[in-house]
DNA sequence: CCTACCTATGCAACTGGTTGCAGTGCACCT
DNA sequence: AGGTGCACTGCAACCAGTTGCATAGGTAGG
C-alpha cells in the first residue's frame, strides 16, 4: 500500500497539515497516486497511532486551525525498508480504452466525442506538466539525487501523457475514416 | 463502474462462463481493466438478478459444470446507455513513480534495480502486444468497425508500453550517471 | 444581502477490489 | 502413491477508495 508512503515521502519534503497534503497531491504527487482529503486524513491518523509521524496543533486566525504533521524515526526507517521491496506494477483502468472496444454497440460518432473531449484534457495535463519542467527544471542535466528524481518522475508524466495525446490522434483519425 | 459494461462487451463478442471470462481478462481486457475471478462471479450474478444477462449451466464430463452467460436484451440497451455517458478519465496508480519519487530517503541503488525489472516485464508485455498485432491485424488499413475498434485499443496498449519503456531507459541512464 | 467558494477537520455509510479458503475430479509428472 | 496444476464455482472477511454530509468563520462577487 503505497498511500502510507507518498504520503511520507510528501512530508519529508515539507511538513504539513491533511489538508495541505490534499492540495499537494491534487498538483503533483497525486497524478500517479490519487488520494481525497478523506483518504489522507485517515491514514495520517492512523499512521499517528504508529508512530511513524507526529503533529503539532496550530491555532490560526481567521481560518480553522490545523495540525501540521511530520515525519518521525519510525517513519522515516518504513520508507526505507519500503523502498527496498518490489513494486508491484502500475494499474491503469481506462474506461475510454472500454467503451471504444465496445463502440460498435452504440453510437461510434459519441465515442468519438468523447476521445476528443479527453484528449483537450490530456492536452492540458501535458501543457501543464511541460510548464512544470520548464519552470522547476531548466537545467535537466545539472540535476543530481533528489531533484534528479523528481524531475524523473516528471519526464515519465510527460511521456505517458504525450503518447496517450498522439494515440487519441491516430483513434480520431481512425474513425473518421472509418465513418465516410 | 466500468466492470458490468466490460464483462458485457466481452460476452456480445463471445459467450462464456465466468472462469472463461476471468481467463480472456488475463490476456485481453484485463490489460486497461483488470479483475479477478471473484469479481467477475459476483457482478455476473448481479446482473443476472438484474436480467442483463441468462445463463445456461452446462454439464461437463471431467470437469465441473459451468453456467455459460449471454447478453440479455436489457443487457444490450445498457451498454448503449453507458458508451453515451462520459467517461471518467483513466486512472494510473503507480508505486515505481512514488519509489523514485522517495528514492534519496533510502537506497537508490535497490530503486535502479527495480527499474530494470519494472522495464523487462514492460518490454515482455510489449512484445506480447506487438505478436497480437502481427497474429491478428496484420493489415491494419483494411479494418473496419468492431475490429478496427478492437485494433486501436491493442494500438493504444503498444503506445503505452513503448512510451513505459522509453521512460525507464531513460531513468536507469540517469541514475547510473548520477551514481558516478 | 445572499450565494459561493476557501481553509480545515472529520464521521458514517457505501461500493469496489483483494485475499484466503474450500470442494471436486481429471491429467500429468516424479 | 503423492504432489502439482487446471477447470469451475463460490463464501467470508477484509482493505482501500468514494460520496455525502456537518461545522464554521472568512473572503469575494453579483
Not at 512530508?11 to 497531491?25: C, D, K, N, Q, V
Request: charged share 30%; aromatic share 8%; net charge positive.
Amino acid at each position: 500500500m503505497a498511500l502510507e508512503h507518498a504520503i511520507l515521502i510528501s512530508l519529508t519534503e515539507r511538513a504539513g497539515s491533511g489538508y495541505e497534503l490534499a492540495r499537494r497531491f491534487d498538483r503533483s504527487i497525486g497524478y500517479f497516486w490519487p488520494a481525497t482529503h478523506q483518504q489522507i486524513y485517515r491514514v495520517l491518523r492512523r499512521m499517528d497511532e504508529a508512530g511513524w509521524v507526529t503533529h503539532t496543533e496550530i491555532a490560526q486566525e481567521g481560518r480553522p486551525d490545523k495540525k501540521v504533521y511530520r515525519v518521525a524515526a519510525p517513519g522515516r526507517a518504513e520508507i526505507s525498508r519500503w523502498l527496498a521491496e518490489p513494486a508491484d506494477p502500475a494499474v491503469l483502468r481506462d474506461g475510454l480504452s472500454v467503451k471504444l472496444r465496445g463502440a460498435s454497440l452504440g453510437d461510434v460518432g459519441l465515442v468519438l466525442k468523447e476521445m476528443e473531449r479527453h484528449r483537450a484534457e490530456h492536452a492540458t495535463r501535458l501543457e501543464v506538466y511541460r510548464g512544470i519542467q520548464r519552470r522547476d527544471f531548466p537545467k535537466p542535466n545539472t540535476l543530481r539525487g533528489r531533484e534528479l528524481h523528481q524531475y524523473l518522475v516528471l519526464r515519465g508524466g510527460i511521456r505517458a501523457e504525450e503518447s496517450f495525446v498522439t494515440w487519441c490522434d491516430e483513434v480520431i483519425d481512425a474513425l473518421r475514416k472509418d465513418n465516410r
